[in-house]
């Protein structure tokens, strides 16, 4: 499954939004203002962030405390979610589902040395129906190439059927 509509990675006051321009070449990060993005999409966002944060206990808590329906947050809860104001020095955990193929792994990591991220932590499931998961934890340099491009780079490599960003510290 890869990422469709719209996902949201947010640095600074600007936010990073992924979209399906065309179809045939997979999805395209674009910079959007925070300001242009429909409300429902920051409330979907701000009721994962209580969640997250054990301020809201429930889903339900948390849609009622930022004011939006069940299926709304379901809709959109996997495709938005905030990446802190400083990303540099930061770590970004994420999971890819990839294809079992030989040196596939290994041209994602060239990826994100190319980006200069630094890798931290690389953990590999054993493939199940010729799928693996791959978590890996990236560490933002002050060096690192825009995020967005390293996502961007990462999700439309052949063989990367979903990439999820997990956690951000």
Known sequence: MYFTGEQIYRKEKLLFCTGDNNMENGSKFYMVKKKAL?????????????????????????????????SSYYKYKD???????????????????????????????????????NILSIHQSIPVNHIALITLSVMI??????????????????GINNLKIVSEE
């Open 38 to 70: 429909p409300e429902i999409l920051l409330k979907v966002a701000e009721a994962n962030v209580l969640l997250n944060r054990g301020k809201a206990k429930t889903i339900k808590e948390a849609i009622d405390a930022v004011g939006i329906s069940r």
């Open 79 to 117: 495709d938005i979610f905030p990446i802190h104001e400083k990303i540099q020095g930061k770590t970004i955990t994420f999971v890819m589902e990839m294809e079992d193929q030989p040196g596939l792994l290994s041209s994602i990591l060239k990826i994100v040395a190319d980006c200069k991220a």
């Open 141 to 158: 340099l002050p060096i690192t190439e825009d995020v967005a491009v390293l996502f961007d780079r990462i999700e439309n490599a052949d």
